[in-house]
């Protein structure tokens, strides 16, 4: 059997249906973005994997106005489909959903690994909050393989997150980066490597 890996992706989200229109208003279009279609990690990951893994990457509900509430009601659409030992990744916002999840939910399956990469802890650079997926006081990822990972260049979430993650998450393993900024980069060597090392 396949050992599985879920990846949660980012989103965003807002205290008021008015500061989503407000954010939508005032977003700036990157058309060059658009027309490129770069891949970031994620799908590099599945082909660098091969056949030991089946990688599973689900679109969360509306994540450019993402709720707590709606993203809990997919993830449990999705946690009878996972076998035991299964890796939960989640990037950005989907760290943080990741960490609010499991503290909160007790989660039916053995979990291989927890890996947050550059997840918000409370605030993002712009100063907007988590909402409806703010971190309850204690964080039990369910696992004893933790692996944080931020870039010190990050615009999006700030560095101070990663502190505030360690402090909660004192046995977590992390990965320091001064480069990356939200670590949207292609490839992701240093993740490759600690998924196959986990025991």
Do not use: C
């Not at 008021?16 to 990157?30: S, V």
């Not at 909160?104 to 605030?123: C, Q, R, T």
């Not at 997926?133 to 870039?151: G, M, R």
Request: charged fraction near 30%; avoid cysteine.
């Amino acid at each position: 059997m396949k050992k599985q890996i879920v990846i949660i992706h980012g989103g965003d989200t807002f205290g008021t249906y008015e500061e989503y229109l407000n954010f939508l208003r005032n977003f700036e279009i990157d058309i060059e973005r658009y027309k490129t279609s770069k891949d970031d990690w994620k799908k590099w990951l599945r082909d660098e994997l091969g056949g030991d893994y089946e990688v599973i990457t689900p679109v969360m509900p509306n994540k450019t106005n993402a709720i707590y509430e709606e993203w809990k009601l997919w993830m449990d659409k999705i946690v009878p489909a996972l076998n035991d030992g299964v890796i939960l990744i989640g990037h950005s916002m989907g760290g943080s959903f990741l960490a609010k999840y499991l503290s909160e939910n007790k989660f039916p399956k053995k979990i291989g690994g927890v890996f947050l990469v550059s997840a918000m802890f409370d605030y993002d650079d712009d100063g907007n909050s988590l909402h409806s997926f703010s971190l309850p006081d204690n964080l039990d990822l369910q696992t004893e393989h933790i692996y944080l990972y931020h870039s010190e260049d990050d615009r999006v979430v700030p560095f101070k997150s990663l502190e505030n993650f360690k402090n909660k998450l004192p046995s977590a393993v992390v990965r320091i980066f001064t480069d990356r900024g939200h670590i949207n980069q292609e490839t992701f060597p240093e993740l490759i490597s600690d998924i196959r090392n986990l025991n």
